[in-house]
């Protein structure tokens, strides 16, 4: 586990080095903006997951299985954001919706369910991690986190920002412009973070497994919807 996390540090850098410099539509992305954040979310993980299993033992603090969620979780957010697929999206329409798929569909449940940020905390300093381990517990944090995690509340948020940006104006906006592209992809994947964190570990947890698989089944319906609605549109003259 220990070399697939190294393995998936190492990877994303190569391949935007490789790209750096290269105008090409088929490079990989370099933009700082993008880069920087994916090399320090994978980059803390393994620095947290490697101290942890040293002090604690192999597998103790972070469980395999997540972190090969974390490490699948993340190889497929760099392959949306950073791969030619992204630069693909913006003059293909089926590469624009598998795009988003990656991020909604595969890489945000996987990134839930490998709980990251408790071996992220453990790559910083301890006064660091005390500190930021204080401010989780403020209770207007904690209330907000529980209201948008909601299961409820989560899906209605993730339906909404499926539905606003798929309207007519908003999605050219995003095609015409690389920072409203961006800000509909944080949503998409902020939304969706918090719809399969509601789902997964949210109060249908004790309100019975009935709920989560009502409000999958009711977000399934109406994306499939508006993916089917958006895809006759585009074949209009």
Same mark, same amino acid.
């Not at 290269?22 to 903006?33: Q, V």
């Not at 949306?80 to 990656?102: C, D, N, Q, V, Y």
């Given at each position: 586990m220990r070399f697939m996390l190294a393995s998936a540090f190492l990877w994303f850098p190569v391949s935007a080095a490789r790209a750096h410099g290269s105008g090409s539509s088929s490079a990989w992305a370099s933009d700082p903006w993008i880069v920087l954040p994916l090399l320090a979310a994978i980059g803390l993980y393994a620095a947290g997951t490697t101290k942890l299993w040293s002090r604690a033992g192999p597998g103790r603090g972070v469980q395999p299985w997540r972190a090969l969620c974390f490490v699948l979780g993340w190889l497929l957010l760099a392959g949306a954001l950073a791969s030619p697929l992204h630069e693909l999206g913006k003059r293909l329409?089926?590469?624009h919706m598998i795009e988003h798929e990656m991020l909604m569909v595969m890489a945000a449940p996987l990134l839930v369910l490998a709980r990251p /940020? &408790? =071996?992220m905390l453990w790559a910083l300093p301890p006064a660091a991690r005390r500190a930021l381990g204080g401010v989780s517990q403020v209770r207007a944090l904690r209330w907000t986190r529980s209201w948008a995690t909601d299961p409820l509340v989560a899906t209605v948020l993730h339906g =909404? =920002? %499926? #539905?606003?940006w798929h309207m007519p104006g908003l999605y050219e906006a995003a095609l015409a412009s690389e920072t409203v592209? #961006? %800000?509909q992809h944080f949503s998409f994947f902020a939304t969706a973070l918090l719809f399969w964190q509601g789902v997964i570990y949210g109060r249908t947890q004790t309100g019975g497994q009935a709920a989560g698989v009502f409000y999958l089944f009711l977000t399934a319906l109406h994306? &499939? /919807?508006l993916g089917g609605s958006s895809t006759r549109r585009r074949r209009l003259p």
């Amino acid at each position: 586990m220990r070399f697939m996390l190294a393995s998936a540090f190492l990877w994303f850098p190569v391949s935007a080095a490789r790209a750096h410099g290269s105008g090409s539509s088929s490079a990989w992305a370099s933009d700082p903006w993008i880069v920087l954040p994916l090399l320090a979310a994978i980059g803390l993980y393994a620095a947290g997951t490697t101290k942890l299993w040293s002090r604690a033992g192999p597998g103790r603090g972070v469980q395999p299985w997540r972190a090969l969620c974390f490490v699948l979780g993340w190889l497929l957010l760099a392959g949306a954001l950073a791969s030619p697929l992204h630069e693909l999206g913006k003059r293909l329409f089926t590469a624009h919706m598998i795009e988003h798929e990656m991020l909604m569909v595969m890489a945000a449940p996987l990134l839930v369910l490998a709980r990251p /940020f &408790g =071996a992220m905390l453990w790559a910083l300093p301890p006064a660091a991690r005390r500190a930021l381990g204080g401010v989780s517990q403020v209770r207007a944090l904690r209330w907000t986190r529980s209201w948008a995690t909601d299961p409820l509340v989560a899906t209605v948020l993730h339906g =909404a =920002a %499926l #539905w606003l940006w798929h309207m007519p104006g908003l999605y050219e906006a995003a095609l015409a412009s690389e920072t409203v592209h #961006w %800000l509909q992809h944080f949503s998409f994947f902020a939304t969706a973070l918090l719809f399969w964190q509601g789902v997964i570990y949210g109060r249908t947890q004790t309100g019975g497994q009935a709920a989560g698989v009502f409000y999958l089944f009711l977000t399934a319906l109406h994306s &499939g /919807f508006l993916g089917g609605s958006s895809t006759r549109r585009r074949r209009l003259p």
